[in-house]
């Protein structure tokens, strides 16, 4: 399976605008890039994904390199509920559609 | 909004007993998967179905069975359960495609004492 690099662990503090780094370069072409996040005692939720073009939703914008090697998500204005473990995961488009977990980014938010 | 919830939450079962989790979705997905995760790891896919009455093998599938007797059900066995398999297990429901999420359950703790 296709691997992803991110950071151990961020720190931010609340209403500061976060960056999470991802770096996948060895993505296919075929492969989409999900973002899902984690907090304790709940299951993944999705935040947001992307193939080629920057995306933008409620929860978050996803920034996409031009070589698709790598991309950031972004979240602007952090509160303590953005606190969680960020899944950055690269998905394929036909298969399964399993998706492949790594360690994440801890994302801490200090008040 | 799209639902997933697991049956039970908690479990406590006992080495060599048969263990049943229970996933039921109501977004009328065809895909649903069984994930684990331990501290340390990820998630890992461990079955997964494309439809009624359909079960694969995912990534760690030995000492795991699946049932999908229906559209919205898909349950989890462990015949013979062992500490080893002491874990979080989370059910999700998806679409196929690549341009669609999966939705997550809330997740069972299961001990094998």
């Known amino acids: 399976d296709a691997k992803t690099t991110q950071p151990d662990s961020m720190e931010s503090t609340e209403g500061e605008t976060v960056h999470l780094p991802c770096s996948h370069a060895t993505i296919s072409g075929n492969e989409y890039i999900y973002w899902y996040r984690q907090v304790p005692l709940q299951g993944p939720e999705y935040v947001t994904h992307g193939l080629q073009q920057n995306t933008t939703n409620s929860m978050a914008f996803l920034a996409i390199a031009s070589d698709r090697k790598s991309s950031t998500l972004i979240l602007p204005h952090v509160s303590l509920r953005d606190a969680a473990v960020y899944h950055c995961i690269l998905r394929p488009t036909g298969g399964n559609n399993k998706l492949t977990f790594g360690q994440g980014t801890v994302l801490s938010v200090i008040p | 909004e799209a639902a997933v919830t697991q049956s039970p939450r908690n479990k406590v079962a006992v080495t060599g007993g048969k263990v049943t989790l229970s996933c039921n979705q109501t977004n009328n997905h065809n895909n649903m998967y069984w994930y684990r995760q331990d501290t340390g790891h990820g998630l890992r896919l461990i079955h997964y179905s494309y439809g009624a009455g359909s079960t694969e093998k995912g990534d760690i599938p030995d000492g795991y069975k699946a049932s999908r007797p229906s559209q919205e059900n898909f349950s989890l066995i462990l015949e013979l359960a062992t500490p080893s398999q002491t874990s979080v297990y989370f059910c999700?429901?998806?679409?196929?495609?690549?341009?669609?999420?999966?939705?997550f359950g809330p997740g069972t703790r299961l001990t094998v004492l």
């Open positions: 999700a429901s998806g679409d196929p495609g690549g341009a669609r999420e999966q939705y």
